[in-house]
């Protein structure tokens, strides 16, 4: 019988010098942490080291860093109207004749910034206002060269594809809200058992793997900071953005109910023995999740036996073999901050950026306590400093965690998928928590007062039985 557990760089060198404007006085409090980039610094002189010129061009990994941050102070279409207005005003776009050298040497590098925007924050540019932004500041260089309208018509399509794509969402995406629930055990006539559509571990482990990816395209890399949200002292008195971490949200959703699919698994057969194969299964599956690197999936599974109506039938876990159980609990031990976890996500990660195959490329975190180690990281240090400068060294801090991850979830999953394994994950029916705790009491009687009455109230407030 288990023990309970409780589930709870983009750093590529610039080659171009800083932006011509200086500090105002102690702006840079600490030495650069990125060419140029102070360690903190006022809004505005961070917007400043955003923009290019015919000279310079922001380092990639602040470009990340200052777009995934900066929605904390300033809402992204208001950010990138401050952005175009800059360039329009420093390289005299508004002029009558332009100066066509130094556009041409500045044009590439504002449409380079606009596309490693538009690439990896999309949602920024769902307002037609965004796409106006971008448009007319474009509009001004064009006619130094055709050439960057081209660009520009390539890179609205680009945008375009790939709003569509994110705002498809994944199978099951609305139903998994709100899942159908068993509340007693159906009869055996109309329930179909996982086993029955997929008896390989190894099988299922991938099928969870194409689940776990899928569901994970969808999250922007803002919504991890959308997540924490609080107003900001120096702004508006409303909170930004809080409502919109759905995919976020719905990806943890999965992992719910993954652990009640494998409770529901577990609890639905009347025998004992049977119930030893599927906990057997499961255990398997949870070893090849390991062996991928589907740590999410993993926990989900070791979460979903260690639930109370699964842990609690002795009679079951005496069949079973648990060593490789033990193993498994062992990896995901919670016990100094998860450090075994941690160690063996670290392997992970170095598999992945040595990989050889796209198989050894797939890592996928632990995804809650990822969201744990982001959220005491934003409550730990402040957004601003006493002066009411930016915390930019928070921040990178932020944008190394969250830039790893988005690196993870653009694997493409080698696993060919079977769409009937993967309809049955998305939308098998599960039992209700009080619908685990009758199955489990009608498998193994109660054993003591506690259980007995909470049998007896289950019975009576299901059943319609005293």
Request: hydrophobic content about 35%; glycine content about 4%; charged content about 25%.
């Amino acid at each position: 019988m288990p023990r309970t557990l409780s589930a709870s760089d983009m750093v590529t060198p610039g080659s171009l010098g800083p932006p011509p404007t200086e500090p105002s006085d102690g702006e840079q409090a600490g030495q650069p942490l990125l060419d140029g980039a102070p360690s903190s610094a006022s809004l505005d002189t961070l917007i400043q080291h955003l923009v290019p010129t015919a000279d310079y061009y922001p380092e990639k990994a602040y470009i990340f860093t200052f777009l995934l941050s900066s929605r904390l102070f300033i809402e992204p279409r208001e950010l990138l109207a401050r952005v175009c207005h800059l360039c329009i005003e420093q390289q005299q776009l508004d002029k009558p004749v332009l100066d066509k050298a130094r556009v041409r040497k500045f044009g590439p590098k504002l449409l380079q910034l606009l596309a490693e925007w538009t690439e990896t924050f999309p949602r920024d540019f769902q307002e037609e206002a965004a796409i106006g932004h971008m448009k007319d500041v474009v509009g001004r260089i064009a006619p130094c060269d055709e050439a960057y309208r081209k660009r520009m018509h390539q890179l609205l399509q680009d945008l375009h594809q790939k709003l569509a794509s994110l705002g498809q969402g994944p199978e099951g995406l609305v139903g998994t809200d709100k899942p159908i629930s068993y509340r007693t055990k159906p009869p055996a006539s109309i329930h179909r058992e996982l086993l029955g559509i997929c008896s390989d571990p190894y099988m299922l482990a991938q099928q969870l793997t194409h689940v776990e990816l899928e569901r994970l395209r969808h999250i922007g890399p803002e919504e991890f900071v959308q997540a924490f949200v609080n107003k900001d002292p120096l702004a508006s008195t409303q909170p930004c953005f809080s409502d919109k971490t759905n995919n976020l949200e719905t990806y943890v959703k999965w992992f719910n109910r993954l652990c009640y699919l494998v409770a529901t698994e577990i609890c639905m057969p009347a025998k004992k023995k049977q119930r030893a194969q599927v906990i057997e299964f499961f255990i398997d599956v949870a070893r090849e999740c390991f062996n991928i690197g589907n740590f999410n999936s993993l926990m989900a599974i070791i979460s979903g036996m260690n639930m109370s109506p699964v842990s609690r039938l002795k009679k079951t876990w005496a069949k079973v073999k648990t060593a490789k159980f033990f193993i498994l609990e062992h990896q995901m031990d919670p016990t100094g901050n998860f450090c075994n976890y941690r160690t063996a996500l670290r392997g992970a990660a170095h598999r992945s950026l040595t990989a050889h195959s796209s198989r050894e490329k797939i890592v996928i975190p632990f995804f809650s306590l990822l969201i744990k180690d982001i959220y005491f990281l934003n409550e730990g240090c402040a957004n601003r400093l006493p002066n009411g400068h930016v915390n930019f060294e928070k921040f990178l801090e932020l944008a190394k965690q969250v830039g790893e991850f988005i690196t993870w979830k653009q694997v493409e999953c080698p696993f060919e998928q079977d769409p009937s394994i993967t309809h049955y994950l998305h939308t098998a029916p599960i039992f209700s928590e009080d619908g685990l705790y009758l199955a489990s009491y009608e498998s193994e009687s109660p054993e003591n007062q506690t259980e007995k009455e909470r049998w007896k109230s289950l019975r009576s407030s299901i059943l319609g039985k005293t």
